[in-house]
């Protein structure tokens, strides 16, 4: 089946649910107090936090396997929060060589407590699901539907917004510069990064069931 006859076919209820999350991904970026690098480097750690969480259902796996994709998947996440702290330093308008340099300040201006609660929350989430997964019929199954299918929305988002944000979010804050109004650069990414993986998600909750199955017998092939 074609991925539009797969999205077509959602049902209502998984399309509110993903839409409801997104809302609340939404409002984290235009009101909370964690700016928009700040929650990409949390989205990055959460990653890495799925990838941990997924031993302990994989325990016929070696130890030296799961070291090595752990830490594959920190250096993709790392690889790529470092290309979206380089776009959002150059649509904020650094682009004399200081957009890393900005977005690394953007990143310290942050307190730890604000990375503390925002790590805290990331870790009992991930707990609590697997926990629900570990309970459930088929605990790998139940865990990629639900954490690992968040995770890869996630890190395709990010990866999508190096581009999205370079081609749309610098044209978008150029446009309201020319025009006399000035607009925060954060702000549009994490709406356009809002966006992305709400159609991400969508797409990765059209998944047929023979992939998820694929998935669950092992999640890092």
Do not use: C
């Amino acid at each position: 089946m074609a991925l539009s006859d797969r999205l077509r076919n959602l049902s209502r209820a998984t399309v509110a649910s993903v839409a409801a999350s997104h809302v609340v991904l939404l409002a984290a970026v235009l009101w909370g107090e964690l700016p928009y690098l700040a929650l990409q480097a949390l989205l990055a750690a959460e990653i890495v936090v799925i990838g941990v969480a997924t031993i302990p259902l994989y325990r016929g796996r070696s130890l030296g396997s799961h070291v090595r994709d752990t830490l594959s998947l920190t250096g993709v996440a790392l690889f790529l929060l470092l290309f979206l702290a380089l776009t959002y330093g150059t649509v904020s308008g650094q682009r004399d060589g200081n957009a890393l340099a900005f977005s690394v300040d953007a990143l310290a201006s942050v307190d730890a407590k604000g990375y503390a609660l925002g790590i805290g929350y990331v870790l009992v989430h991930a707990l609590v699901a697997l926990q629900v997964a570990r309970a459930s019929a088929d605990p790998q199954r139940a865990w990629v539907n639900g954490m690992i299918a968040d995770g890869t929305a996630t890190l395709m988002a990010m990866f999508l917004m190096v581009f999205v944000g370079l081609l749309l979010g610098s044209v978008i804050v150029e446009g309201f510069s020319r025009l006399g109004a000035g607009v925060d650069a954060g702000a549009v990414l994490g709406i356009l990064m809002v966006g992305v993986r709400f159609l991400v998600a969508l797409v990765v909750a059209a998944m047929p069931s023979e992939s998820i199955d694929a998935i669950a017998a092992n999640p890092y092939a």
